[in-house]
């Protein structure tokens, strides 16, 4: 392996992003235990403050576009009661509310909505995707969208304060403003630190992260105003899996966590700023850090490790004293990180199938039936206790017998779909859990999620629990099929009682138009009192043509589900579904 002997080593980062994760190990403190800013005190959990902000930000440009929905005369009408409820309850959330009595901006305030809404709902989402997956530029696109937004909303303020757009005079303006202008730069720099916390995540493993705080923590109890590479090394040695590594290398872990301390006590120590809480790297330590941040380059890891820090303090100038006296076969240690970053490979699997392409079958099938459930209770509580359907939410009109089939529907499929479809569902997960938990034992945790569940069970013929786990994936499967008739037959009784629905609240004139030709005996292909449909007619029948769309789709996703209990193999492609044979 090539030596790292020298801070000049060749990176494949440039010189600025090395700086930056450096700047960002120093810092680590501060994401061992994340919180966000709040003058000096304890504030909240900074991942609790992150989902808050995203949150904020996304309702602030629904809000906006809220603004621009109402005055748009080409909106659905529900759109636009949506609209008008959430700037009535969230009127302090975006302009409705700063410009409630004034609006100096005219007509470019819709013009400025729209992009504020648009951008703040877009930037919301990136941050969110940003801290799921771990990548930090997502997050960073939020935090400078909301830096400009600080720095706007001072312009913003001074138009509200001058004149007087609230209509609360100057001095209630003010303070108002003012708090918004505090909540502003708190979100500002709440994000900051998230940015902070998920480029840490993306850039360093865990480890690394608790050896530095570790090593800041030994700098501060020794009274060392820096932070050196022997602390670095105190920090390390404590954490877990280092002891093995260095035994990899020829080196004895507890022997060696005892020359350490031993050489910290010796150092002096030096007097420091009562508020100074951390001890910047001494020119060693950067070094030191500059040689693993290139080793991790030059080994192509997505992420600092531990034993990237512990290579390079062996091999950095200038060495400590321990790691002259403690010789290190690199060798070794090198095929021990090879077998490690193995091990931590993710499982090679089939590509799941996918719910409109991008979905997870099996969880998106569990959501719906979720959703089916909550459906059925609310239909359930207002055919008994209110004495009209569930349908009358939607705008929709039923009879006394249309209503009886309702209730006896959804409570046959609020049992079947909790008892058989929830159930279902999630005991085959557990009962699949368990499997690939027992092969971990006999072919590890990544090759045990390679195998498939016969692989599985031929593997673990021989354990008593295997059968049954078997025997309750076969039970689960056979009773989605149960739910899966049923809701096939309920898709087919609910079409009906939908076009009737339709028909009784005189939706396009239907009602109207059917009850003339029959009193007039004209037919029902006549001209009298034609079938007209006004606009909120339109928007009911696209939603029910959507809802019913989606509705068929997701039973033939349930069908696909059911095939992979039963046989172990399925497809969402509608192309292949000739393939999929239930018998």
């Keep these: ?16 992003v090395t700086r930056m994760k450096i700047a960002a190990l120093l810092w680590q403190p501060m994401i061992v235990r994340p919180r966000s800013p709040c003058c000096g005190w304890k504030g909240p959990n900074l991942k609790y403050a992150a989902i808050l902000i995203i949150m904020l930000a996304a309702l602030q440009g629904l809000s906006a576009l809220s603004l621009i929905a109402e005055a748009s005369s080409w909106m659905f009408s529900s759109i636009k009661t949506a609209a008008i409820y959430s700037n009535y309850y ?6 409705p509310f700063l410009l409630r009595s004034g609006n100096p901006f005219g007509h470019s305030l819709y013009f400025m909505a729209f992009i504020f809404g648009w951008c703040s709902l877009l930037f919301a989402f990136a941050a969110a995707y940003g801290c799921i997956f771990r990548k930090s530029n997502f997050v960073l696109a939020l935090l400078i969208w909301k830096t400009f937004c600080l720095l706007s909303s001072c312009l913003l303020y001074a138009y ?9 005079g100057i001095w209630i303006n003010s303070i108002i403003c003012a708090q918004l202008l505090v909540i502003d730069i708190w979100i500002v720099f709440s994000l900051s630190k998230v940015w902070l916390m998920v480029f840490s995540w993306e850039c360093f493993q865990r480890p690394v992260t608790l050896a530095i705080d570790s090593a800041q923590q030994v700098a501060r ?3 060392h105003g820096h932070c050196d590479a022997i602390h670095i090394l105190a920090g390390l040695v404590t954490q877990p899996g280092v002891s093995e590594f260095l035994q990899k290398g020829g080196v004895d872990p507890d022997t060696f966590e005892k020359q350490v301390f031993d050489e910290l006590a010796d150092l002096r120590g030096e007097e420091r700023e009562p508020k100074q809480n951390l001890a910047p790297f001494t020119a060693g330590a950067h070094n030191a850090l500059n040689d693993a941040l290139a080793l991790q380059d030059e080994m192509e890891d997505r992420r600092l490790r531990t034993e990237h820090l512990i290579l390079a303090l062996w091999s950095s100038v200038p060495k400590q004293n321990v790691c002259a006296d403690n010789k290190l076969d690199k060798d070794d240690c090198f095929q021990e990180l090879h077998r490690r970053r193995e091990e931590e490979k993710p499982p090679i699997q089939p590509q799941a199938p996918k719910v409109l392409g991008c979905l997870p079958l099996e969880e998106t099938v569990f959501v719906y039936v979720c959703l089916e459930a909550l459906w059925c209770i609310i239909s359930i509580i207002c055919t008994l206790f209110f004495g009209v359907s569930a349908a009358w939410l939607i705008g929709l009109q039923t009879t006394h017998l249309m209503r009886v089939v309702e209730c006896c529907l959804s409570f046959v499929g609020l049992i079947l779909g909790v008892w058989f479809g929830l159930r279902s569902i999630w005991r085959h997960r557990t009962a699949r859990l368990r499997l690939q938990q027992a092969s971990a034992k006999h072919v590890g945790n990544t090759h045990a999620w390679e195998l498939d569940v016969r692989e599985a069970a031929s593997l673990l013929q021989g354990e008593p629990r295997t059968s049954d786990w078997l025997g309750m994936m076969r039970v689960s499967a056979a009773r989605l099929s149960v739910y899966l008739i049923f809701d096939t037959i309920r898709m087919f009784v609910a079409v009906p009682l939908v076009l009737m629905a339709l028909v009784v609240g005189n939706v396009c004139g239907s009602y109207v138009h059917g009850i003339s030709n029959i009193a007039r005996g004209s037919g029902f292909f006549s001209n009298e009192n034609p079938i007209h449909c006004a606009k909120s007619d339109w ?5 029910l043509t959507v809802w019913g769309t989606l509705d068929v789709y997701i039973i033939w996703s349930i069908l696909a589900l059911w095939h992979e209990y039963a046989f172990g193999w399925t497809t969402t492609n509608m192309q292949n579904a000739i393939y999929i044979d239930p018998f």
């Excluded at 392996?1 to 980062?13: E, F, S």
């Excluded at 969230?90 to 302009?95: A, N, Q």
């Design 221 to 223: 109890d020794h009274a």
């Design 90 to 95: 969230c009127l302090w959330i975006f302009g």
């Design 539 to 543: 928007e009911l029948l696209f939603w």
């Design 160 to 168: 509200v304060i001058g004149f007087n757009t609230m209509g609360f």
């Design 1 to 16: 392996m090539p030596d790292h002997t020298q801070g000049d080593v060749v990176h494949h980062d440039s010189a600025y």
